[in-house]
């Protein structure tokens, strides 16, 4: 009996050459397909865009390829958006951990894009000049969406069934009561420009400078409480896919987001991102850089996603977006799936780097130590390391030994954005 069970085992095992291939083959079929399209109209020539589809996370490795689509809306001159949209990418992908599989990887990223948009603010600001940029930055990586924002450029999901939601939070200082008082506590002053006589006119701006954002990155005239630090989104979506619209100002200030995807449904992506810049252009004219990337998330079965308008949403919008519980994760994310719900995996707005940095504890591995900068990633000396979590300059430290750690540039620039001493004030 021993021997004839050995030889039906043996009959049942699978070369792992053929093992690997076969997770290969599946992870491929489970993948969708990403398709996009892209169209601008310039009137400043201070819009940018960055569309890079072909990233890995294993280099040599297709099984590991996610996308990035980005755009760069300027101000002040192009230069901020120019250099975000060259190097804005590699400071996220320095600052993540190395080895990690999808789903660690996943999870490190939020961090990542935090201390990519710090890094890519300091290293402009130190060429000196005054030019300033929004960014929106989305990472596709299978069913997953990962959206990064500062400014008001603007990422929508168009999710099957119909349902419309912002994936990005605007940080206008007209709009966003929380950004305003979190400039005033900083040190900065909001108010309207005033005009001879006394008249205050146009939006709400921070002075000094006149910037009607409260995020972005460069902005070096304007002051540190206009910070670099973004919010941060990040869904699953159902097996049934999605788009995202993906523009700068020049699109949502002509069309509220359910208009901008009722514009393009049914059609490619190609087609669809010309028709949301032509729907804008027919409701305001050029009054602005109108830059628009859509991007096609399709079930691998479903080569080509033509959706039809559907008759009623408002029953759909209330079941978007659903926080993932701790118990029974597994269970709650085939559910959510077979429904058409969009998972919501993360989220986080907050502009302290204490906060969105975390713990080494919290973060596993990471590229961060006693001997790294959290942000930067410049090597430290045994004795340079400060605690992210640290008190600023003129108070005491209540975690002095708990990392991430901080240069002593970058500890300078948290203290500042934190209203913690004046912007400019270097400590050595």
């Not at 192009?78 to 990418?89: G, K, T």
């Not at 119909?162 to 990005?168: C, D, E, F, H, P």
């Not at 206009?226 to 990040?234: A, L, Y």
């Not at 991007?295 to 996603?305: H, L, M």
Request: charged share 25%; proline share 5%.
């Amino acid at each position: 009996m021993a021997s004839g069970e050995g030889r039906r085992r043996s009959h049942d095992l699978v070369p792992l050459a053929a093992l690997i291939s076969r997770e290969m083959k599946n992870e491929k079929l489970e993948k969708p397909t990403v398709r996009y399209g892209c169209a601008s109209q310039s009137k400043k020539g201070e819009d940018f865009f960055l569309i890079k589809a072909d990233c890995q996370r294993v280099h040599g490795n297709p099984s590991s390829a996610y996308s990035v689509f980005a755009v760069f809306d300027g101000h002040n001159g192009n230069a901020a958006a120019i250099y975000s949209r060259e190097h804005l990418l590699n400071h996220i992908i320095s600052a993540m951990p190395c080895g990690l599989g999808q789903e660690d990887w996943l999870q490190a990223l939020p961090r990542a894009l935090v201390a990519g948009f710090v890094k890519t603010d300091k290293e402009f600001q130190r060429r000196g000049e005054t030019s300033g940029t929004t960014a929106t930055f989305v990472i596709v990586d299978g069913w997953t969406v990962t959206v990064a924002c500062v400014g008001d450029s603007r990422c929508v999901l168009d999710a099957q069934g119909g349902a419309v939601s912002n994936l990005t939070v605007d940080h206008r200082l007209e709009d966003n009561v929380e950004e305003r008082e979190r400039v005033t506590a900083s040190g900065g002053e909001v108010g309207r420009l005033s005009i001879f006589g006394g008249a205050e006119i146009g939006p709400l701006r921070c002075w000094p400078g006149g910037l009607c954002l409260s995020r972005s990155i460069g902005d070096m005239d304007v002051g540190e409480f206009i910070v670099p630090v973004p919010h941060v989104k990040q869904v699953k979506l159902s097996k049934v896919g999605g788009r995202l619209i993906i523009a700068s100002d020049g699109i949502w200030d002509a069309l509220p987001s359910e208009m901008a995807a009722q514009s393009c449904r049914g059609v490619p992506a190609e087609l669809a991102a010309r028709l949301v810049v032509k729907e804008a252009l027919r409701t305001r004219g050029l009054k602005d850089d109108t830059t628009c990337i859509v991007v096609d998330i399709i079930p691998p079965d479903n080569p080509i996603q033509l959706a039809p308008p559907p008759k009623k949403q408002n029953k759909l919008r209330a079941l978007l977006f659903r926080s993932k519980s701790k118990g029974s994760a597994n269970k709650l994310s085939k559910k959510l799936s077979a429904v058409g719900i969009v998972e919501e995996l993360f989220e986080e707005g907050s502009a302290m780097l204490a906060e969105r940095l975390g713990t080494e504890e919290s973060m596993g591995q990471s590229t961060s130590s006693l001997f790294v900068c959290a942000v930067c990633q410049v090597d430290l000396a045994p004795s340079e390391g400060i605690s992210v979590h640290a008190g600023s300059i003129f108070s005491t430290s209540t975690k002095p030994w708990q990392g991430p750690f901080l240069c002593c540039d970058c500890r300078n620039k948290k203290d500042a954005m934190e209203g913690k001493r004046p912007s400019g004030v270097k400590v050595v």
